[in-house]
C-alpha cells in the first residue's frame, strides 16, 4: 500500500517563511525617498503638512484599490475589472440611491465584492484564466455603467452618510486617510493571522501543491477576487466623495495605475511574492509619480505612457520565469 504525502509548503518554497521581509520592502522604500527628494527640487511646498494630508486625500482611492488588487496578484491571478467595478460603484451610489437613501453605498460595496467573488467562482468553475474572465467582466461593467446613468455625469446624493463620511475629518484628519489606514490593517491582519493569508500565499506559490495539501484553492480564489472587488468600489466611493459627480468614466487610467502599484512595491505577477505592505509602498510611488510628472511639466495626456512603460519594467523585473516557465 502506498502511503498518502503531505507537501510542507513551508519547505518546498522558502519565501512563504519570509513574506514581508525587510529586504523586499527596502528597494521599493528608497524608491519612494528618492522620488519625495526629487519633488522638493522642483516643489519645497508638497512637503508641508497641510501638502502631504492633501496627497493622501488625492492618492487613497487608488491606495485602496491597490491593496485589493494584490491579493488576486498574489495568487498569480489578476484582476482587470478594477477600474470597472469602480466606476460601477459610483454610478450605482446616484442611481439606486431612491431605494436606499443613506445606506446605498454599503449596498454597492456588498454587491461589487459579490461581482469579483463570482469571477473567481468562474474562473475555477469553467477553468477560465483571470485575465480572460476580468477583461471581460470590465467590459460588462464598463457597459452596465454606460446604460445605467446614460452616459451623463452626475452630482453625488447629499443624504449618503458613507459618502459624506469620506468627505469629512476627524479631528481634522482626513477620514479617506483613515479608511486606507482601517482596511489596509483588517486585511493585513488576515494575511498574517488568518489561514486565508497562509493559503493565498500558497495557491500562488504552487496551486497543485496547494491543492495537495488540502488548501481549499476554490474558497481562496473566490473570496480573494470578493475583496478585490469591494476595495475597487470603495475606491470608486472615496474618488466620489472627492469630486461630487459620477460619471462611466470617472477613474481614467486607474487600472494602470493600479498594475503599476502592485508590481513596482514588489509583489511578482507570477504570484507568491510580496505583500500588502509592498502593494501599498508600490501604490504610493505610482501616486507620488502622477503628482511629479505634472510638476516636471509632463503633459497629463501623455502620463499613460510613462505609466505604461513602467508597468512592463515592473513585471519584467518580478516575475518568476522559473514558474512560468515559457513566456506565451
Do not use: H
Not at 493565498?200 to 481549499?216: H, L, P
Amino acid at each position: 500500500m502506498s502511503k498518502s504525502r503531505t507537501v510542507d509548503l513551508t519547505s518546498c518554497y522558502p519565501i512563504l517563511s519570509k513574506i514581508g521581509s525587510a529586504r523586499e520592502i527596502l528597494v521599493p522604500v528608497a524608491v519612494l525617498i528618492l522620488l519625495v527628494v526629487a519633488t522638493s527640487i522642483f516643489a519645497p511646498g508638497m512637503l508641508q503638512p497641510r501638502a502631504l494630508a492633501n496627497f493622501g486625500v488625492d492618492a487613497s482611492p487608488l491606495l485602496i484599490t491597490v491593496i485589493g488588487g494584490t491579493l488576486p496578484i498574489l495568487l498569480g491571478s489578476i484582476d482587470l475589472s478594477v477600474a470597472g467595478m469602480a466606476s460601477l460603484a459610483g454610478v450605482l451610489t446616484i442611481e439606486l440611491n431612491g431605494w436606499f437613501g443613506s445606506w446605498t453605498a454599503l449596498v454597492v460595496v456588498g454587491l461589487c465584492g459579490v461581482i469579483g467573488g463570482f469571477q473567481g467562482l468562474v474562473q475555477v468553475w469553467a477553468q477560465v484564466p483571470s485575465f480572460v474572465t476580468s477583461l471581460g467582466t470590465l467590459g460588462i461593467l464598463s457597459g452596465v455603467s454606460l446604460l445605467v446613468s446614460g452616459a451623463t455625469a452626475k452630482p453625488v446624493p447629499a443624504n449618503d452618510f458613507l459618502i459624506n463620511y469620506f468627505a469629512d475629518k476627524t479631528f481634522n484628519f482626513p477620514n479617506s486617510i483613515l479608511t486606507v489606514i482601517g482596511v489596509a490593517l483588517v486585511l493585513g491582519c488576515v494575511m498574517r493571522f488568518n489561514r486565508l493569508g497562509r493559503d493565498i500565499y500558497a495557491t500562488g506559490a504552487s496551486e497543485k501543491a496547494a491543492i495537495m495539501s488540502a488548501v481549499r484553492t476554490f474558497r481562496v480564489r473566490t473570496l480573494a477576487f470578493a475583496i478585490s472587488g469591494g476595495c475597487s468600489a470603495l475606491g470608486g466611493l472615496l474618488l466620489l466623495a472627492q469630486t461630487s459627480f459620477s460619471s462611466p468614466s470617472f477613474t481614467g487610467n486607474l487600472l494602470l495605475l493600479v498594475i503599476v502599484g502592485v508590481v513596482i512595491g514588489g509583489t511578482a505577477i507570477s504570484g507568491g511574492v510580496g505583500g500588502l505592505t509592498a502593494g501599498i509602498i508600490g501604490g504610493l510611488i505610482a501616486a507620488w509619480l502622477r503628482v511629479l510628472t505634472v510638476l516636471i511639466g509632463i503633459n497629463p495626456a501623455t502620463q499613460g505612457i510613462v505609466f505604461g512603460i513602467m508597468a512592463i519594467a515592473a513585471v519584467a523585473l518580478t516575475i518568476d520565469r522559473e514558474k512560468i516557465g515559457v513566456i506565451k
